[in-house]
């Protein structure tokens, strides 16, 4: 994608709320997401674990497509005001065809201060007005701090499956109508 693409999209499709700043992902958020896909502490917890640096190329690379083709995705998350890089949210289709899904993975020190519920609320509110009237979430069944953004951002569940004999809760948020 040329560069001039690229700004365009994060124009059109960046959000600001009371505290960050989410911008969908791109090439120059490539050293920010190495880091943070290939911290046990970060992408252990997630499906398929952390991952390599070509692995981390090759999912920004199909992110920014996403963008093009679904106009939603992956945005960077950013502290307003310092720009200092807090991780991920977005809203990407789920291999498994459960539908598209909120997902956030933001850094360890983030944790207890409101972030990741701040960032993925804007990006399922992001969601709905973009017309998906169904997204999902998935989280372990032990990972309570996911749970409780899911539930503190509205989310209901709805669901439960193993993945590899780890229980998984699934969640939903149905578009207002």
């Known amino acids: ?8 999209l994060a124009e059109g499709n960046g959000i600001t709320t009371a505290r960050l700043s989410m911008r969908p992902v791109g090439w120059e958020h490539l050293p920010d997401l190495l880091r943070l896909k290939a911290d046990e502490r970060v992408f252990g917890i997630m499906l398929h674990g952390v991952r390599t640096p070509g692995r ?8 920014i497509e996403f963008w093009l083709v679904r106009g939603y995705g992956t945005w960077s998350v950013f502290r307003r005001g310092t720009g200092e890089f807090l991780g991920i949210t977005g809203l990407m289709e789920r291999p498994d065809g459960r539908g598209v899904a909120l997902r956030f993975a933001l850094w360890p020190e983030c944790r207890g201060h409101g ?10 509110a992001f969601g709905h007005r973009r017309g998906l009237a169904r997204i999902i979430a998935v989280a372990r069944e032990d990972n309570h701090a996911s749970r409780g953004v899911l539930a503190d951002i509205g ?23």
Do not use: I, K, N, W
């Not at 994608?1 to 365009?8: F, G, K, V, W």
């Not at 569940?157 to 207002?176: D, I, N, W």
């Open 1 to 8: 994608m040329s560069d001039l693409a690229e700004a365009r």
């Open 56 to 63: 981390t190329r090759e999912e920004l690379e199909d992110d």
């Open 115 to 124: 972030f990741a519920r701040e960032a993925a609320a804007a990006a399922l």
């Open 155 to 177: 989310m209901r569940e709805c669901g439960a499956y193993r993945h590899q004999a780890t229980p998984m809760l699934v969640f939903e948020s149905l578009a207002p109508g």
